[in-house]
């Protein structure tokens, strides 16, 4: 039995503002707990809150590149429910005319509908102590109160968890492209998502971090909710939550009701006129990954999966384009969408991450296109770069990771190699061919990579020949 | 009468010229003040003062006091409110942070209604402040003790203060002293505690006009703080004396206004208004026919926010806490039901009711269209008129007892003078229509025309 399924999502993402919403506290991310915060991002009585302007400018980009209509003003609401989490025990949200309205993002050539975007704050970190369900305290951490959020609210426009996974992907690349926020830091992007089966009822599971965890907690909702149905029981509306550890949703709570929550007008801030501001900032656009690929592949005329893989991270996609002005198109889209990924997906960071020079990375397509080093001696010299930032001169120094591609210097090497695989030697001359490249690789080995493999197997031909 | 009875105006001369003493000066204030302080309860805390000396010019120390809900830094302030046992603010208030930079003294902070939730000072977590005039009589609301204790106090001194729904008219009128109530923003919010964020006004009390206009010089204009706050920076007390009289003022009566009132207040403020006229100003009566519906829609508002509002006391981060025990429903509803009083209560499950999904169009967002009628018929009548005259009151203060019979609309309607000018945000000066008379004449003028009130107010002063 196949079951249509139904997803909506809402997408908070941290925008990433030097300050916070409506205070000066810092919204740089910080391991000491309660140390980022002030008067108004606690909620003592009598501050007040005053609105970050750069938080709103990041809205709007991301309503222009999704496509959103800007309304002409916007303001703000209170929501309101208690829970330790919230400095005032309401939120200041939008409600009747948040930011952006009436979008679309494009997947696959289908159109995922964006409802609304609107801005609001984000509530203190509560901290449990063991799991949640044992915890005997919790702890609040106020550094992230106040943080400036963009909920993103699509339409139920999405039918399998692998789309919706596709789709924050997207987004996140997107936003990325727009230098809002950072894909780094932990909870940047947090998803709620309503789903559905038919004769089912809508339950929303909230609170899911991380794209392959969304699509693991949605999948798992979905068969939790067939086969409810197959048993001929009833699904319940209800909000559900996302336990990682153990690969299961929770019941949270029961909505018999829609929630109220009694929403007002936030009369302490001032309605702000935004659409001036986005006729503004509608011509500073940056290039986004599909333009680029479309660009790579027309005016580079490298490959399509290169080029993906290229513009998978904004900061890789400069650096390409800074050095494609210096080097040879070919050695650079390879170097980058090949080596530099490989690596990089190795030590699972981004480049961004690194500290990586992008003259650092010129050097070493420098090196390689004037063959002073191996395709092997640049990816070892990445992978001690990633780990630790430093220029290549001198590592390549350190190292000794300079190519040897002249037959005297590799005559040694490959007389003591054949010392020691006799074997080896037997089958080449029993007409196995491959032992000779069991051979070159031995010596690739013994060098680290830097021996040239052309002469190498010309000086190893040579001495068996003899 | 002791050696430091005198006007601010004396006060600022003779300590300009040297002539006062100040250690001497202040440890006479604060006997005098704590004296004070036992017979008519005006202040919940009295500062040391001599730590809170700040003798610089303009006002080379003038003693001020703050209403408790307006935050001074390292004092503890209640708001009137035992839920804030405990809070002592780590920051000014911006008209406390402006005051303390033109130098002046903070003498403490004045009792109040819990949160300014009341007209007659009596719905507080503590004591009640009695009125200086008559001690079985109360100081009004919600700045009572700041009216009370400018009324008291025969030293040079002002208050700060603040409305929501006329919280400094009422007691200004009922203590015989001058209140004025600036334009919403005018003074910058940041640093009060929250009663009615859309309403929530800093305001001065005073002996006389003369010295609220100079205070309201110090602390109105923009803040950065509070981007709901206005205005240029301005000395309203400067050519306040040049004014002789009232010719070309044109005032308006509302017929409205002069409805149900105590009959000794309608004589009184009528011939206040005669006395105007007989020294140049010209009046016509009018009618703002929204009258009607000012107290219900400001009830459904000002609850409406309050309620959000107070929500943050919860006992977890300051104030009162309590015995942790249950889950944090539990918790924070046990700690609200013993810190808050029954008025707040009532406010709280009126304005959460009033913003519910189903009654929220009903209720809330039509009171906010009222308000916006009533602020529509207001500047139709500053087309024509300078200010709106009429009793700030429809009473003269009633004794404790007589209160404790109203009814709680009862003791709403008792705000219906008042809430006109407060929803809509216009500036209103109380003036006693004599001296030391527990009536107030209440002048409206249109928004940011504060130094017409004043000129009005100082002329009326001298011809009373």
Not at chain 1, 430 to 438: A, D, I, R, V, Y
Not at chain 1, 439 to 448: H, S
Not at chain 2, 28 to 46: D, S, V, Y
């Amino acid at each position: 039995m196949i079951f249509m399924v139904t997803i909506g999502l809402e997408v908070h993402v941290q925008l990433m503002t030097e300050t916070k919403l409506f205070c000066s506290c810092s919204n740089k991310f910080t391991t000491i707990p309660n140390t980022h915060v002030c008067e108004t991002c606690l909620g003592m009585p009598g501050s007040k809150p005053r609105l970050n302007k750069k938080a709103v400018e990041q809205a709007i980009k991301i309503g222009l590149a999704l496509n959103c209509k800007i309304n002409h003003e916007m303001f703000f609401s209170r929501k309101s429910y208690f829970y330790p989490d919230m400095s005032k025990n309401f939120q200041i949200t939008q409600y009747e005319m948040p930011i952006c309205f009436d979008g679309f993002l494009e997947l696959n050539g289908r159109k995922i509908r964006i409802r609304r975007i609107q801005m609001e704050e984000d509530p203190a970190r509560l901290i449990h102590e063991g799991a949640i369900e044992k915890a005997k305290n919790v702890l609040v951490d106020y550094n992230r109160s106040g943080t400036p959020l963009c909920e993103i609210v699509t339409e139920p426009d999405f039918t399998s968890p692998q789309e919706a996974r596709l789709f924050l992907q997207e987004l996140s690349l997107m936003l990325e492209y727009l230098g809002v926020y950072d894909p780094n830091t932990e909870g940047s992007i947090r998803v709620d998502a309503n789903i559905s089966l038919p004769k089912g009822k809508r339950v929303e599971v909230k609170n899911v971090s991380g794209f392959k965890e969304v699509e693991r907690a949605f999948s798992y909702e979905i068969i939790r909710q067939s086969s409810l149905l197959k048993r001929g029981q009833k699904i319940v509306m209800e909000t559900r939550g996302w336990n990682a550890e153990s690969g299961t949703t929770i019941s949270l709570r029961s909505k018999e009701t829609e929630d109220d929550y009694g929403y007002i007008f936030e009369t302490d801030l001032p309605t702000v006129e935004v659409s001036k501001k986005a006729m503004e900032l509608k011509y500073g656009m940056p290039e986004f990954a599909k333009q680029k690929v479309e660009r790579y592949e027309r005016e580079f005329r490298i490959g399509r999966e290169m080029a993906l893989s290229i513009v998978s991270e904004p900061d890789i996609a400069d650096a390409f384009e800074t050095a494609v002005k210096e080097i040879d198109t070919h050695i650079s889209a390879t170097f980058f969408s090949k080596m530099l990924k490989k690596v990089l997906n190795y030590e699972n960071l981004r480049l961004k991450q690194t500290g990586l020079e992008t003259k650092w990375l010129i050097t070493i397509m420098k090196k390689l296109e004037n063959k002073e080093i191996t395709d092997r001696a640049a990816e070892l010299l990445l992978r001690d770069m990633v780990l630790k930032p430093q220029d290549p001169e001198i590592l390549l120094k350190l190292r000794g990771l300079t190519r040897i591609d002249t037959e005297e210097a590799l005559d040694p090497i490959v007389l003591n190699v054949l010392s020691k695989n006799s074997l080896a030697i037997i089958d080449y001359k029993h007409g196995k061919p491959e032992s000779l490249e069991f051979l070159v690789g031995q010596v690739m080995r013994a060098t680290q990579g830097r021996a040239d493999p052309v002469i190498t197997r010309k000086v190893i031909h040579k001495r068996l020949d003899e | 009468m002791t050696k430091y009875t005198m006007s601010v105006k004396e006060f600022l001369e003779e300590s300009r010229k040297g002539n006062i003493n100040f250690l001497d000066f202040a440890a006479a204030l604060l006997e005098e003040t704590q004296k004070l302080n036992k017979k008519f309860q005006l202040l919940r805390e009295i500062c040391d003062i001599r730590d809170r000396l700040y003798l610089n010019p303009p006002l080379n120390g003038l003693p001020i006091s703050v209403k408790d809900c307006i935050c001074v830094k390292g004092v503890q302030s209640y708001a009137g409110s035992k839920i804030l046992e405990g809070y002592i603010p780590t920051f000014d208030a911006t008209c406390v942070d402006r005051l303390k930079d033109n130098g002046v003294t903070i003498l403490g902070k004045t009792n109040q209604d819990e949160f300014g939730f009341g007209t007659f000072s009596t719905n507080s977590g503590f004591e009640v402040p009695k009125n200086p005039l008559d001690p079985l009589r109360s100081c009004g609301g919600s700045s009572g003790g700041a009216a009370g204790l400018v009324a008291a106090l025969d030293y040079p001194h002002v208050a700060l203060a603040q409305s929501t729904g006329g919280s400094i008219s009422a007691p200004a009128a009922f203590c015989g002293v001058v209140g004025i109530t600036p334009t919403y923003g005018l003074v910058s919010r940041y640093g009060l505690i929250d009663y009615a964020n859309s309403l929530d006004k800093i305001g001065v009390i005073g002996k006389s006009v003369h010295d609220v206009a100079l205070i309201l010089s110090i602390i109105s204009g923009k803040d950065e703080k509070d981007q709901t706050s206005i205005g240029e920076k301005k000395d309203y007390s400067k050519d306040l004396s040049s004014t002789k009289d009232l010719k070309g003022v044109k005032i308006a009566v509302p017929k409205e206004y002069f409805q149900n009132l105590e009959e000794e207040v309608e004589k009184e403020v009528w011939n206040a208004i005669k006395k105007m006229e007989s020294n140049g100003a010209t009046y016509e009566k009018v009618s703002l026919k929204n009258t009607k519906y000012g107290v219900a829609a400001y009830y459904i508002i000002a609850t409406a926010e309050a309620s959000t509002n107070l929500a943050k006391y919860c006992g977890m981060r300051y104030g009162m806490h309590g015995k942790l025990e249950g889950n944090f429903n539990e918790y924070f509803s046990t700690v609200r039901t013993s810190g808050l009083t029954e008025e707040a209560k009532r406010r709280i499950i009126l304005g959460t009711f009033t913003r519910m999904a189903g009654y929220r169009d009903a209720y809330y967002l039509k009171a906010m269209k009222i308000r916006t009628l009533i602020i529509e018929e207001h500047k139709n009548i500053f087309k024509k008129f300078d200010v709106i005259a009429s009793p700030s009151m429809p009473i003269q203060p009633p004794k404790f007892k007589e209160i404790k019979k109203l009814t709680p609309v009862e003791n709403y309607q008792m705000d219906f003078l008042t809430i006109p000018a407060n929803l809509a945000g216009m500036p209103h000066l109380s003036v006693p229509v004599a001296k030391k008379t527990p009536i107030g004449l209440h002048l409206t003028a249109d928004h940011l025309s504060e130094d017409k009130l004043f000129k009005i107010g100082s002329v009326f002063e001298k011809v009373r």
